[in-house]
């Protein structure tokens, strides 16, 4: 496939294919169990063959589709050892690339954003491909100055894709539900689909990364390539190299894992306090490690804007979470909706459920494993009625938020990093340490409540 597959009939059958083939495989379930199959059995082989079918026809489309595949992908080290297996390789191929658009399309797309004369903003132009992924594809130059640089190009017709995809996914959610039992899937897609249409408009993008490069500028622990020029549908920044995190996930020494690991969590954390930006697209495919030991960081399309940093009821809750009262830690869950008025929870379910969820930010140094993300995953995603996740809510204010600490622990699970990521969470997100609310007492709902209230003053001023 050579060119994005945006007619609207293709790609509705493409991603139609997918209930398709879960309608026929649950029937097939329901025949095996009638048969004296084990259901638990049978419930292995539907969700490991509709997560085949996922990654293959998402891997295929661009767009939305593919922007929903290459999220998917991350959580490849939650499934079983017999599932991922076989389909590693894949998997961390969706992360870095997907079918290249042609030569004479990219010239077009030049043409479109820098003018006609477009080669003579530039000394060299590689007209391969050095990366391809979800709504654009990278090209290596050397702009008229001598830098080395990123030449990022939009695929024609992304925007419709992405609105036909979005369109299409909302209506698969039963079958995302297979994978993600207990999420609000219509919820994620609908703030996915916002944020992911603000990738289309590369000026929201040089504006972010200009941020990001500005704050993070002759840092010891991160690169951040400066934008060079941006027009249109085009993109231009510095050039950076470094070994892909996917690369060091695969191959890597347990000291680079460890190093990258506690760099890449630092660096999620930090960006709100130090610009006001939360990096919302945080799969391997966006960080390099340098030679030097410093960690690169690119495409800053997808992000969050948290002026001031992380709100302090988001500290508060974290640290309620590694506390163990699990009085408090329900009152404080209903508080943020996340236990919806109404809805009853079973206290020990509750607790025995988030106890291991905390345990990297009590411990003073926590190994992140595929292994407890498997038993993480296994814990979410237990069909039972009993599953106290079937319970819980999940805000539209904290989806985002979500997506970037569930996807960022499924990277450090890849990397099976071991650090002091407690330390990151103290340095970087208010409310979490004790010393930084003097006022904090045992009644935690009530000042719980009240930083609510000063949060929606703060929105409020801002807005």
């Known amino acids: 496939m050579s060119d994005l597959p945006r007619r609207a009939v293709t790609r509705t059958a493409k991603l139609a294919s997918l209930p398709i083939g879960f309608a026929g495989r649950t029937a097939l379930g329901v025949g095996k169990r009638t048969f004296g199959r084990p259901a638990e059995l049978v419930a292995t082989e539907i969700q490991q063959r509709t997560a085949e079918q996922l990654f293959k026809v998402l891997g295929e489309l661009k767009g939305g589709a593919m922007k929903v595949g290459q999220m998917l992908s991350i959580f490849e080290a939650a499934l079983p050892p017999e599932i991922a297996g076989p389909y590693r390789a894949t998997l961390t191929r969706l992360q870095e690339a997907a079918p290249p658009l042609p030569a004479a399309t990219v010239h077009k797309v030049l043409a479109e954003a820098l003018g006609p004369d477009w080669r003579d903003d530039f000394a060299e132009f590689d007209d391969r491909p050095a990366a391809a992924a979800s709504i654009g594809q990278v090209h290596k130059a050397v702009w008229h100055d001598g830098r080395t640089v990123a030449v990022k190009v939009q695929y024609p017709g992304a925007g419709k894709a992405l609105l036909s995809d979005f369109n299409q996914l909302a209506r698969l959610s039963k079958l995302f539900a297979v994978l993600t039992p207990g999420l609000d899937v219509k919820t994620m897609l609908a703030e996915l689909r916002r944020r992911v249409a603000e990738e289309l408009d590369y000026t929201i993008e040089a504006e972010s990364q200009a941020a990001f ?134 206290p020990d379910s509750l607790h025995a459920f988030i106890g291991p969820i905390a345990e990297p930010l009590v411990e003073e140094t926590f190994k992140f494993s595929r292994e407890w993300l498997r038993q993480e995953a296994a814990r979410v995603t237990d069909l039972r009625p009993t599953n106290v996740v079937r319970q819980l809510n999940l805000p539209p204010s904290y989806v985002l938020i979500h997506r970037v600490v569930a996807a960022g622990t499924g990277v450090l699970c890849q990397l099976e990093a071991e650090g002091r990521f407690r330390d990151e969470a103290l340095t970087w997100v208010p409310g979490f340490a004790e010393d930084d609310d003097p006022d904090f007492t045992d009644d935690l709902p009530d000042d719980l409540a009240d930083d609510l209230a000063d949060d929606e003053n703060d929105d409020e001023i801002a807005s």
């Open 213 to 346: 490069a500005e704050a993070y500028a002759d840092d010891p622990d991160f690169v951040i390539p400066d934008v060079v020029a941006q027009s249109g549908h085009v993109l231009v920044t510095e050039w950076i190299d470094g070994t892909p995190l996917s690369a060091i996930i695969s191959d890597g020494t347990q000291e680079e894992r460890d190093h990258a690991g506690l760099l890449y969590c630092r660096f999620l954390f930090s960006g709100p306090a130090r610009c006001g930006l939360l990096h919302a697209d945080p799969h391997p495919g966006n960080f390099r490690l340098l030679d030097d030991g410093r960690l690169g960081v690119i495409d800053f399309g997808a992000v969050d804007r948290l002026p001031g940093g992380f709100h302090r009821r988001i500290g508060i809750l974290m640290r309620i979470g590694t506390m163990g009262d699990i009085d408090q830690i329900m009152k404080a869950l209903r508080e943020e909706d996340f236990i919806r008025e109404g809805v009853e929870v079973d």
